[in-house]
């Protein structure tokens, strides 16, 4: 454990501790919150106002430029657009948000370790203009258990979730349900019947999710603080007993695996 709190340091990042005042207080408010994340960039970043933009891997051209058209906007208007560095929309929605704004990645392996590897560059550009966060150790290559880990720790962070395409059974519906049961506001892009990216995502709005095609369909929803969240409970100290949150508004969204 030393090694690796040494290591962390010398990348130049940093910890975060559950039960800190720099905790993010609407995570710690979760069930099965992480005791501990690496942090490397703007850690100042973690209590801003968040919006979590998830979607499909294979994403289509139009929702990944839908994706990065809703990410800039927000970060126009001040909200930090949280997502999970992976390809198609998360990685669309990161760099939308850079365009002029700030951007937290949550990535499902070590701070080390960039997956997958084609967005190293974002990677790394995140880490400079905004903040990466991981949860696994050093040196982790993300396995399949990992990826619900990481999209708990993006829907926690944030005061809604904005879903770009996501098939039936993806990791997308994960983030969108543990996001709903903790009381965030979920919010979907309509996509065509015909493309199997968009059922899950059509799913969602059917079950009860606002309408979305625009940064202003979130931000009109978006409340202004975690207080305003019914089941936001400061959560005082590690405390692993912790009752779980209720259903906002009785949004029943699909059990996926990723």
């Known amino acids: 454990m ?13 910890w975060i501790h559950l039960g800190a ?3 993010p207080p609407l ?11 690496a942090a490397l960039g703007d850690a100042t970043l973690l209590p801003s106002r968040q919006v979590a933009l998830v979607g499909a ?23 930090t657009v949280t997502s999970g560095l992976a390809r198609g929309i998360d990685a669309a929605a990161h760099r939308g948000a850079l365009r002029c704004g700030r951007t937290i990645a949550v990535i499902p392996g070590g701070l ?5 590897p084609e967005n190293r560059e974002l ?12 949860e696994a150790p050093l040196g982790t290559a993300p396995l399949a258990r990992h990826f619900p880990r990481r999209n708990r720790i993006v829907a926690g962070l944030s005061l809604g979730v904005v879903v770009v395409e996501a098939a039936p059974r993806s990791g997308t519906l994960i983030t969108a349900r543990l996001g709903a049961e903790a009381g965030r506001e979920i919010h979907a892009v309509p996509g065509s019947p015909l493309d199997p990216r968009c059922q899950g995502s059509n799913d969602v709005l059917r079950q ?39 259903r906002a508004r009785n949004q029943r969204l699909p059990t996926s695996s990723h």
């Not at 069930?31 to 501990?36: F, G, K, L, T």
């Not at 959560?235 to 692993?240: M, Q």
Request: overall charge negative.
């Open 2 to 14: 030393e090694r690796e709190h040494d290591a962390i340091l010398a990348m130049g990042g940093q």
């Open 21 to 23: 005042p720099d905790y």
């Open 27 to 37: 995570l710690a408010s979760i069930e099965d919150a992480p005791p501990v994340l």
């Open 57 to 79: 891997r294979n994403a289509s051209a139009g929702g990944r430029r839908i994706a990065e058209d809703i990410a800039e906007a927000l970060a126009e208007a001040g909200v």
């Open 112 to 116: 080390d370790v960039a997956y997958p």
């Open 123 to 134: 990677q790394d550009r995140i880490a400079e203009r905004g903040l990466v966060l991981a």
């Open 208 to 246: 009860g999710a606002h309408f979305c095609e625009r940064a202003s369909d979130v931000l009109k929803t978006l409340p202004a603080t975690a207080e305003a969240i019914p089941v936001f409970r400061p959560r005082p100290s590690r405390v692993r007993s912790y009752p779980r949150p209720r």
